[in-house]
């Protein structure tokens, strides 16, 4: 697929609709569109973009907003940025972002939040966010745009996060 638009594109100034034909369930059908829609948007080919997945129409539109959003073609709402699980971790990492991620869908303000389960690499990257969070062992620390805020529990992260998103 990349190789056919980058050849055609090559050839003619027609505008060009991307798309990964059959690109399978939502978690292979998203890796797939992200890479070819988005190698293609990066080298500026394409006009449009069609994400296809077997799955509800919605996860496809949205997918397709990431990607935009990724390359910084859309504007962007809510970027939600966690750290990876490591033996660092020492908080509910899964937990308190499945619930940002339910609770923000639909917020369009554009915010970077980080949530960082450690307290050693949690500071840095949570005092670079708009709204961040570095925690560990119970408790967390409370970042607004690099300045912290207050010290908090873990069972008040997701509500002081709200609160947060609420005052930006």
Request: aromatic fraction near 2%; charged fraction near 25%.
């Amino acid at each position: 697929m990349i190789e056919a638009y980058r050849l055609i594109a090559q050839r003619t100034d027609v505008p060009l609709h991307l798309g990964v034909t059959e690109a399978g369930t939502t978690k292979v059908g998203t890796i797939k569109s992200a890479v070819g829609i988005g190698t293609l948007l990066a080298e500026g080919i394409g006009d449009t973009i069609r994400v296809s997945l077997t799955d509800d129409p919605v996860k496809e539109v949205e997918v397709g907003k990431e990607i935009l959003r990724s390359l910084s073609l859309a504007a962007r709402n809510i970027e939600l940025i966690a750290c990876p699980t490591c033996g660092r971790l020492e908080v509910d990492l899964f937990g308190i972002m499945k619930q940002l991620e339910e609770k923000l869908q639909g917020v369009k303000k554009p915010i970077k939040i980080a949530v960082l389960g450690c307290v050693v690499n949690g500071p840095g990257e949570a005092s670079e966010a708009d709204i961040g969070i570095a925690a560990g062992k119970g408790v967390a620390i409370l970042y607004r745009k690099g300045q912290i805020i207050k010290k908090v529990k873990e069972d008040e992260i997701v509500s002081t996060i709200l609160e947060e998103v609420e005052k930006f």
